[in-house]
């Protein structure tokens, strides 16, 4: 059974950064591709970077330039290095990995961005 366990959340005034980390478990061959999405109250869920296993990486063009996605492919782990964050940053963060073309999904972790 997949497992995906995110930390790393919390609150921040405009300009700061935060670090997300999510690992995962249950699958002995890894993990096609990981990263987040992100969710802001009253809207879609919306890609932020995901990071293949051979590190190709899909960014949105709101986040570039300010987070950094990264893996370690032999522990499973990924992680969101946020800088420079803005008040419309402030969202539910979702870890995703993918297997074989199976999604899953992590249990969301606050980030909340304001003065």
């Known amino acids: 059974q997949v497992q995906l366990v995110e930390s790393g959340g919390g609150s921040v005034q405009p300009g700061g950064s935060l670090r997300l980390s999510c690992a995962a478990s249950g699958s002995p061959f890894g993990f096609d591709a990981m990263g987040w999405y992100r969710q802001a109250p009253g809207q879609q869920r919306e890609l932020v970077a995901m990071?293949?296993?051979?590190?190709?990486?899909n960014v949105a063009d709101s986040v570039k330039g300010r987070f950094t996605v990264s893996r370690d492919n032999a522990r499973n782990t990924v992680n969101l290095q946020m800088n420079s964050l803005k008040p419309d940053d402030t969202a539910v963060y979702y870890c995703?990995?993918?297997?074989?073309?199976?999604?899953?999904w992590g249990q969301g972790t606050q980030v909340t961005v304001s003065s």
């Open positions: 995703r990995a993918v297997f074989r073309g199976v999604g899953y």
């Open positions: 990071l293949t296993a051979g590190g190709s990486t």
